[in-house]
Structure formats: C-alpha cells, structure tokens
C-alpha cells in the first residue's frame, strides 16, 4: 500500500467537504463569470453598433407628410427675430455635435419643448440614435410612418434626408462647432479609454506623446477610432478620413452652409445664442443657461505652441469647416449689429448672473463627489469622475424653482424626466456601478 499523504492529488469525488466545496464555488464563479462576461458582449454589440463608413438604409417607406415635395430645392428660410410681428419657431432640428456645449443647448430645447408642450423625436432605449451608426428614422422612439416632429435634438449621425423627413418644410436647421485643436483635446480626454489604439501610449501625458507622430498610433478602422479625428466632419455625415485635397471636402462645407440656417460657435456661445434668439424669435428666458456636462480643468496645461498646431493639423477637415463657418458667424454679426450685439449679450450674462445667484448653492459647479441628489449627477466618462455639477439650493421661491431645477438637471436625467424610455442606458449605467467604472 502507498502511504497516505496530502501530497497526492484526490479526485474531487474523494475529496474531503471543505476542499470539494471550494472546487465547486470556484468553478460556480467561473461559469457564472464566463456567463456575465457573454451576456455584456451580446449586450454592447446591441448598444454600440458598428461603424460603417457607406450611409444607412433610408427608412423603406414612401415621402412622408413632414418631407419637402419630391424635388423641391433645399431653402434657407431667412431671419425672422428683426421682423415685427415675427412668430416664435417651434420645428428645430439641432445636430447635436460632440464636446462642443451642445448638452447646454439641449437643455434650452428640453425647456423650450417642454414649456409649449411641443412633439419631439427621442431615440428608443438610449440617449442617442444608435451613435456612430447613420440615422433612420426607424431608430425614432414610438416611430409610425408618416410622423411629424417639432424637435429632433439628441447625438446621432447626421443623414440628412431621414431627418428632412421627420419636421415640417419649414423647420429651422442648427448645430454648434467648436476650434478643432480643443474639441480634440477634450475629446481625447473624455474618449480616450474607450478607443483601444490610445492603450499603447505609455506616458504620463497620452495626448502630447499622440500628437508627435499620429500615423503611428491611429487606427482609421479601429474601434471608435471616430472620435479622434474630424469628429465635427464625422458627426455632420460625412468621411473624416477624406484626402484634404479631394474637391468634396469644399463640397460638403458649402452643403452643410446650404441646410443649416444657423452654425453656432462653442468659443462665441452667447454670441450664438443671442444670433439664435433673434433666428427664432424666442424670448431672454429661452435661451438662459448654465454650462452643462463641463469637464474639470486638467492639471496640466492645455494645448498650447507646437501641439496646438499639430492638433490643428491632425484635424484639417475640421480646421477647414470651422474657419469657414468662424468667417460666416462674423458677418451674421455684423449684419446683427455689433453695438446691438453688445447690449443683448450683456443683457444674457446679467439674466444668468442673476439666475446663479438664486439656484445654484455655493453659485458654482462642483466635482461628481461633492453632488449631493444623484439626480443632478451627470454621466461621467469610463474610469474618470472629471464631469462637474451643481447642487441646487433648498430654498428656491415658487416663481423660480422649476426653471431653476430644469436648467440645472443633466441630460440622462432630463430624458427620463421627458418619458423617454432609457433601458441600455439604464443598464449599461447599473454594470458600470457594479464594477466601478
């Protein structure tokens, strides 16, 4: 007989309780882990749909009521804030752009719909219409053919025939631009972990050692590889990877000046706002704001010098529709008048002044751990608490509490608010809790 030793490795089956229950426990965890695992996969390949670079399918259905008739040519409606008598706009279409203040003036859409209880078309499940992919309007929550919409504002992917087809003639086209080296900049921040050529960057600042050779670590085909380069040109519809030389980058800037009746600037944004005001004839009250889903300012310095020239040039489609909508804003200006300019921007910057100081506690944003109402915290970036908040004040008059809270309330939060049904959010925000991501 062979002495007994523990040494000798039992079968499970011969296995003292204690050891055999352990072995079971682990192998419970290892298939329950593998499960998960599975389950998160399927799931993001359902929330995150791949990149095509081709435009989507059109809806198959016949010319819907809202569309203009079949070849009728694209109009820009004039001004009408400078005409007396003029009639507020409600049919807004906003091609929400990526980290360019665009939160903050979807939340004065969210108000402005909300208060004259107007339709708008949210997306179904998630808090942009299936985001990189092209928009359909199939993708429109509660989607009938034939459908008709105030106000189209969430992220998408602009296509511009399936959103003509959702609004009346007549509806007012917008969007927001911002200097590319900085929308790049914060991009990279806020993006950066979430595209997986950036996990070759080893040192401490990822962006500057990125912007010394691009064409090393850049991926055109790679996972979210979008959000890195012309991500203004890539949001509007068109390829971000074009040959800057190529004739259609001139082509889809003098498009996007054909379609859109007004292009805001991030760096000018009361500018904009009074220059929208008067485009939609809307009242001070509509266009008031605090600045949602701003990102803490980094410890380091920003781009400046030699990286602010590369970004630039990393982005050139980008640097070539901003600078051709920079010139543009400046002559709807002076066509505005500057003097008259000055007096409402003034007139903005008080109203907000005064709205801080009765809403706000403390009257300024603060970090995510300083939030104390979970339904004023903002979405935050994977692996990163960077986005600030506020805390609203306890005691607010009747006459002010329900703009105060409205102006305030973030994104996810207002959607749901609004009735918009949020389920992969919800949940992709319940595993992200969990893991503590």
Not at 176 to 184: C, E, K
Not at 374 to 391: C, E, F, R, T, V
């Amino acid at each position: 007989m062979w002495p007994w030793t523990w040494d000798r490795q039992l079968p499970v089956s011969e296995m003292p309780l204690p050891q055999k229950k352990r072995w079971e426990s682990m192998a419970k965890g290892l298939v329950l882990g593998a499960l998960f695992t599975s389950f998160l996969l399927l799931l993001y390949s359902y929330a995150v749909p791949p990149l095509h670079t081709g435009l989507a399918s059109a809806t198959p259905e016949g010319t819907a009521p809202c569309s203009p008739a079949p070849g009728e040519p694209e109009t820009v409606t004039p001004a009408n804030g400078s005409a007396a008598g003029c009639q507020p706009r409600r049919d807004i279409v906003f091609m929400k752009t990526h980290k360019t203040a665009s939160s903050t003036l979807l939340n004065i859409l969210f108000r402005f719909g909300q208060k004259h209880g107007l339709k708008f078309a949210f997306p179904n499940g998630r808090n942009d219409f299936d985001y990189p992919a092209f928009f359909a309007r199939s993708l429109v929550q509660d989607y009938r053919p034939g459908a008709c919409f105030n106000i189209i504002c969430n992220h998408m992917r602009f296509h511009y025939e399936e959103v003509r087809g959702l609004v009346p003639p007549n509806a007012t086209f917008i969007t927001v631009l911002r200097d590319p080296a900085r929308l790049f900049e914060s991009s990279f921040h806020y993006f950066g972990s979430v595209v997986p050529f950036t996990w070759k960057l080893s040192s401490q600042d990822k962006l500057a050692e990125f912007l010394q050779d691009p064409d090393r670590y850049y991926d055109p085909n790679g996972y979210n590889a979008h959000y890195l380069r012309n991500l203004l040109f890539f949001d509007l519809g068109y390829d971000s990877g074009l040959d800057p030389g190529s004739p259609q980058v001139q082509e889809h800037i003098l498009e996007v000046e054909r379609r859109f009746h007004l292009v805001l600037l991030q760096e000018y944004f009361d500018e904009s706002l009074v220059l929208l005001k008067d485009l939609l004839c809307w009242e001070l009250e509509d266009v008031l704001y605090f600045k949602l889903n701003a990102r803490r300012d980094p410890a380091g310095p920003r781009l400046s010098g030699e990286l602010y020239r590369r970004a630039t040039a990393w982005n050139v489609l980008d640097a070539r529709l901003y600078r051709h909508f920079n010139a543009s804003f400046w002559r709807k200006v002076e066509a505005f008048g500057r003097e008259r300019m000055a007096r409402e921007v003034a007139a903005l910057r008080r109203a907000n002044e005064r709205m801080r100081r009765i809403c706000i506690d403390g009257g300024r944003a603060v970090d995510a751990a300083a939030i104390q109402d979970s339904a004023m915290q903002p979405w935050q970036p994977l692996g990163a608490k960077s986005i600030l908040g506020y805390n609203l004040k306890k005691s607010i008059g009747r006459r002010h509490a329900q703009l105060c809270r409205r102006m305030l309330t973030p994104e996810i939060q207002y959607l749901m608010d609004l009735g918009v049904n949020l389920w992969v959010t919800k949940l992709w925000k319940f595993i992200r809790d969990f893991l503590q991501w």
